[in-house]
């Protein structure tokens, strides 16, 4: 057993773990964090993405004593309890996700993206999500929903409530495809 | 709820947030590996390493302090998995017929002492059977036969002949398989990642000789299904069910990615033969069609995917005398089963790469040849069935034609490492048959409190089934969008509604839905659901579902109207071709797709975007190498399925022609999309010069393709 002591979602957190434990499974099993998801453990889903100091990992290829020290972030902690990160009021809004099983490592993805490219471009979004997977939507919704996170990002109106969400039915564009 | 003074906006037709997109985005929605119980154990389970034979010893080579071990003995009823047949085994008691095939299940606390605990199985071993095509076992043939085969060859002016291969394709759900066992009480509750509870229900209960209040199955949130959900998770529940119940504790059985790859059910490969006798303006006069699928070891679904496939062989045209045969071979491979499409997109393939070979043989243009040819309402299909005004055949190949700019395209491809090809099919909804009046699903609607309950056994696997049904019932029952509320599906507490699969949660459990909220509409007399509430408490509705009437079909002849409705589409593929690497790179695709009316039209669009991503993998990279009867290539790092990158722009166009039968018109849609990308992407590498006829075409087949079209004195110019 080893000794670590990690930030997660801003509370510094310490447990004894097997020197050979994944950071996802401390995530999920040690801190029932559940919404860091595995998909793979070969490191190609992404299902798993977190962020750890400011950079987004696959926490299944990092085991958790390598984070000892580190500040990781999950997709429990992009928000306030009761409110929305831009990146998740845009993945609704643009049905940027079907089963969801992909959706937080997707978010965690678009959410170092777009710190390190506020503007990005279509072709962009897609090279830099190329490391997760998605086998419902084709992705289209989940590029959509990025571009337009990207345009909130820049403003100030950082948090959205759910609360506020549920009366926006009317508000919803019906897509130029449709005959 | 709100009052009834104002008016609801109606929701069917509009695009409203997702029911399930504040947990999913949150990273709060849970998933079954995300469950823990006081006291649960973790399951393994213990497979076959060879494709046939017998088991002749095992032993158990570790520690047991700590484990549960179960094998076939421990079953108290029956030891199938019960389904069509009734002969897939739960654990193998001594004969084994395909690779991974399960034999005994271990428990541990620990996951790591579980992995590392060692079982060795000795065996006899028998040769395994691995070729369909000499498989001396058919778990099912079908004949289909319209009209006389001869007399359309004798009226043909040309004969073309054609022999067109699919393959294996792995559903790749991202949440892998799983289920918890929790024994209670006397009883025992699953909780798992499916689409069909009462699958679960009906298995567990043949299973344990168990009444049915005594088992109780529960859907977790589901990571994705597209089929690979539908019969499989029976078997796991199974298997957590026997541990629980030994272990008297709750047992968890999550595969990781390579068991599921490994051990799971697949889309069937199928060798599809045509013989096709037509006029010189391109006519069909003849169509003789053999299928002949892999079944896998055991009889699973595949005699109704093998109806299915059948059935859309001839694809959407006219045709005067039509033959039609099937069979679905044992091999000892692992089973395959349910996979979106069910049989249609590798017979659809076949048809629509075969209709190009016609229009390149007769040198006709192959839009005109498909116009000659497409169904016309009026027209008779290969079972004998009268299409309705709702065939939208030659409209959407039309639509398609037009929105893809084909024809400015095809010119300015000419000649270059790009090409443009377009497929033409269509997917009828619902069980095939009589299936949905045997089924009599049922549905059902609670007045509560807190608004109206949805109560049915149809899933939510991402398509969106919770959203489109409270729209369904929202718009007819006049209230909010917002009143309207799903359940989780869970055997104990909602009607048996019929499986979630075959396009029909929509058109089928939507339209009983909506006969529900129009009874409850009837019974609150005026009153809103809030005033109801307050003076007479709640109130339950169920409604079963009713044929509708003039729709026959006889399953031993294999005559009549196979599905009340049919969804139409045309895809449209853009490809371009590398010389060095023979990798074929999508560039865009032009999906025009009449599914009747789009309840929610961005949930539409998703299903087309994700159906069509689907079927570019299953086109072009997705391939399942099957070594001595087992997948070779079980991780994702060696199978891959499309990225971000790999995904081209999809174009796609919703058309609107009502069916009689769905709510508002609507047909199914979950499994269309699957049947057109494959035969569009590779007519459009055809239109290079390449006489592709088999799929995945990676970059092996593309160049075998190559090689043998050089070796031919006819081969059209390759510009490579
Ligand atoms: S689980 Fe980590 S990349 Fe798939
Ligand atoms: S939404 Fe299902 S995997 Fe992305």
Redesign the interface.
């Known amino acids: 057993m080893t000794s670590i002591s990690v930030t997660v979602n801003g509370a510094t957190r310490k447990h004894d773990v097997e020197p050979r434990m994944l950071l996802v499974h401390y995530l999920r099993e040690v801190l029932g964090l559940t919404g860091t998801h595995v998909g793979c453990d070969t490191s190609q889903c992404g299902a798993c993405c977190v962020c750890v100091d400011g950079l987004v990992v696959k926490s299944c290829t990092v085991l958790a004593v390598q984070a000892n020290g580190s500040k990781v972030t999950t997709i429990e902690g992009m928000s306030a309890p009761g409110l929305l990160h831009p990146l998740q009021e845009a993945f609704w809004e643009e049905h940027g996700l079907q089963c969801g099983f992909c959706t937080p490592g997707m978010i965690m993805a678009a959410d170092d993206l777009l710190r390190r490219n506020p503007t990005p471009t279509e072709e962009e979004i897609r090279a830099g999500l190329d490391g997760n997977l998605c086998r419902c939507t084709g992705y289209h919704n989940i590029v959509k929903a990025v571009q337009r996170a990207a345009g909130r990002m820049g403003q100030t109106r950082d948090t959205f409530t759910i609360d506020a969400m549920a009366g926006k039915t009317d508000e919803f564009p019906t897509p130029a495809a449709k005959h | 709820m709100h009052a009834s003074k104002i008016a609801s906006?109606l929701?069917v037709g509009?695009?409203?947030?997702?029911k399930?997109?504040?947990?999913?985005?949150?990273?709060?929605?849970?998933?079954v590996?995300?469950l823990v119980f006081p006291g649960m154990l973790y399951g393994r389970t213990i497979r076959s390493t060879i494709p046939r034979g017998r088991i002749a010893a095992t032993r158990l080579a570790f520690d047991q302090r700590g484990f549960v071990v179960a094998d076939y003995r421990d079953i108290p009823g029956r030891n199938v998995v019960a389904l069509i047949e009734d002969d897939q085994p739960f654990l193998a008691e001594r004969e084994i017929r395909h690779t991974a095939e399960p034999i005994l299940l271990l428990a541990h606390e620990s996951r790591d002492l579980l992995l590392r605990a060692h079982v060795e199985i000795g065996y006899e071993r028998e040769n395994p059977v691995l070729d369909p095509e000499s498989s001396p076992t058919a778990f099912k043939s079908l004949a289909i036969d319209k009209g006389e085969i001869e007399d359309g060859f004798s009226e043909a002016d040309i004969i073309i002949e054609g022999e067109y291969r699919t393959g294996h394709q792995e559903?790749?759900?991202?949440?892998?398989n799983g289920v918890i066992a929790v024994p209670q009480d006397g009883g025992i509750t699953l909780l798992g990642s499916m689409q069909c509870p009462f699958y679960v229900h009906k298995a567990l209960k043949s299973m344990l000789g168990w009444s049915d209040e005594r088992i109780r199955v529960v859907q977790t949130?589901?990571?994705?299904?597209?089929g690979g959900k539908e019969e499989y998770p029976s078997l796991i529940a199974g298997h957590a069910a026997l541990l629980a119940l030994k272990a008297n504790r709750p047992v968890k059985i999550v595969y990781?990615?390579a068991e599921d790859m490994i051990a799971t059910t697949k889309r069937h490969p199928a060798i599809v033969r045509h013989r096709t006798g037509v006029k010189r303006d391109g006519r069909l006069t003849a169509m003789d069609i053999d299928i002949v699928m892999d079944a896998g070891a055991y009889v699973t679904l595949s005699p109704v995917v093998l109806s299915r496939g059948a059935i859309h062989a001839a694809g959407p045209y006219r045709c005067d005398h039509v033959r039609v045969r099937g069979r679905a071979m044992m091999t000892n491979t692992p089973p395959n089963g349910a996979f979106r499409g069910f049989g249609a997109p590798q017979t659809q393939f076949a048809v629509e790469v075969h209709m190009e070979r016609i229009a390149e043989t007769l040198g006709i243009d192959p839009v005109k040849l498909r116009e000659t040819n497409a169904f016309r309402p009026g027209d008779t299909t290969s079972t004998g069935q009268i299409l309705g005004e709702d065939c939208s055949a030659l409209d959407v190949l039309r639509?398609a034609v037009r929105r893809s700019g084909f024809r400015t395209r095809q010119r300015r491809y000419a000649g270059t490492n790009r090409g443009i090809g377009l497929a033409l099919f269509y997917h009828g909804s619902g069980f095939t048959g009589g299936g949905e009046v045997r089924l009599a699903s049922k549905a059902s609607l609670g007045l509560t409190e807190r608004g109206v309950q949805i109560l049915v056994a149809s899933t939510e696997?991402?398509?969106?089934t919770r959203t489109m049904h409270a729209q369904i019932v929202a718009d007819a029952l006049g209230v909010?969008?917002?009143d309207v509320y799903p359940v989780q599906p869970d055997t104990s507490n909602v009607p048996d509604s019929g499986p979630t699969v075959a396009s029909r949660t929509c058109m089928v459990v939507g339209r009983i839905l909506q006969q529900c909220a129009e009874e409850m509409k009837t019974r609150l007399g005026g009153m809103t659901p809030r005033e109801f509430f307050a003076a007479h408490g709640p109130m339950i509705v169920t409604s079963e579902y009713e044929g509708p009437s003039g729709i026959k079909w006889d399953d031993s002849t294999y005559r009549g109207d196979a599905y009340s409705t049919y969804a139409w589409a045309c895809d449209v593929a853009e490809v371009e071709i590398n010389p060095d690497t023979f990798e074929v790179r999508p560039l865009k695709l032009t999906c025009v797709h009449d599914i009747g009316k789009?309840i929610h039209?961005?949930?539409v669009?998703?299903q087309i975007?994700?159906?069509?991503?689907?079927g570019i993998g299953y086109a072009l990279i997705e391939q399942v190498v099957m070594r001595e009867g087992s997948m070779a290539n079980a991780?994702?790092?060696n199978y891959?399925?499309?990225?971000?990158?790999d995904?081209p722009?999809?174009?796609?166009?919703?058309?609107e022609n009502p069916s009689r039968y769905g709510p508002h018109g609507a047909k199914g849609v979950g499994e269309l999309p699957i049947d057109g990308p494959a035969p569009a992407i590779v007519n459009a590498v055809r239109s290079i010069g390449i006489d592709l006829r088999e799929i995945p075409a990676v970059p092996e087949i593309v160049m075998k393709a190559i090689d043998l079209g050089k070796g031919k004195t006819d081969a059209r110019h390759v510009p490579l």
């Open positions: 906006p929701a509009r695009n409203v947030p997702r399930d997109s504040a947990e999913k985005v949150a990273g709060a929605a849970k998933y590996d995300d559903h790749i759900y991202i949440e892998t949130e589901t990571g994705g299904g597209f990781d990615r639509r696997i991402g398509q969106g909010p969008f917002d789009a039209p961005v949930l669009a998703g975007e994700g159906g069509t991503a689907q991780q994702l790092t891959t399925i499309p990225t971000t990158l995904t722009p999809i174009d796609v166009v919703i058309v």
